[in-house]
C-alpha cells in the first residue's frame, strides 16, 4: 500500500514539473513575442509603404493614432507585467526624483499648453511609449535571449523591407512621380517614407547584426549584415553610410589604445564636433553662408 501511495505521489511530482515546464516555456514565448512585437511596431509603424505621389498626402489626419494608442497600451501592460515578475527592482529606478519632476513638468506643460486637448493625447503617447521602452530590456533573462530576439526583430525589418522591393518597388522605392524630391528616382526606402530614414535604420541594423554575430548566432548575424549593408547601399544614403563607416573605424581603433584618456578623447571628440556643426551653428548665430554675424 505504502509503495501504490509513493507512486502516486511521484506521478504528481512530474505532472507538476512537467506542467511548470510548459507554463514557463509559454511565458518565454510571450516575453520573446512582446519584445519583437513592441521593436517592429516601432520600425515599421502602422502605415508603412507611403504613396509619395498621392496629392493628399500632406492633408491626411494620421488616422490611426486610436490603433497605434491601443496596440502602444497593450504593449506597455504586457510589458510592464513581464518586467515585474522578474526585474521589479529594474522598475523601481525609475521611481526617482529626476524622474519624477520630468513627469511634472510633462503634466504643467499638458495644462499650460495653448491645445490642452491635443497635448494630452500626445502626453499620453509619450507615456505609453516611455513604458514599453523603460521595461523592454528588462524582459530577457540572458544574452542569448536578447541577441535572439534582435535577430528575429531585425530580420522581420529586413524581410519586409525587401518583400516591399519585390512585391511593391513603386511604394518602396523614391520615383520621378513623387511629389517632393524626384531627383531621389530609384533610391531605395523600403517600408519607410524617406531614403534617409530608411538608412539610418539599415545603419542600426547593421550593428545590431554585428551584435548577434559577435553572441554565437554566426547564420542570422551574417543574414543581417549581408542584407542591411545591400540595403544601405542601395538608398544611397550618404551620411548615415558616412558615420556608418567612421563608427566602425573609430570602434576598431579604440580596441586598440590601452589609455583611457586616449580613448575618451577619440569617442568624444567626433560628438563635439557634431554638436558644434549642427546644435553650435544655430545657438551661435554665424551665418556659414556669408561668414557674418
Known sequence: MSQFLNQLVAAADVRTIVGEVRRQQVSDVARGAVFVAALLLAWISLRPFIDLGDAQLKDAATG??????????????????????DSVPGLMTLISPGFILFG????????LSSDPGTSMRRAVATILVAAVTASLMLLPRSQKELAGWFGVSALGLL???YLGILIVPDLSTHLITDLQEQQLAGDWRGSFGHKNVAAGMMAMMLFIGIYVWRSGAWVSGSAILTLSSLFLLNTRGKSSLALCVLVLALSALATR??????RA???LTPLVLLNVFSVGTVMSGISWTTGSR
Open 104 to 111: 511634472g513638468w510633462i503634466g504643467a506643460s499638458v495644462i
Open 257 to 262: 589604445v590601452r589609455s583611457f584618456w586616449l
Open 265 to 267: 578623447l577619440i569617442f
Open 64 to 85: 490611426n493614432e486610436t490603433i497605434a494608442y491601443l496596440a502602444f497600451g497593450c504593449l506597455a501592460v504586457l510589458a510592464i507585467a513581464f518586467a515585474m515578475r
Open 159 to 161: 524581410a519586409v523591407c
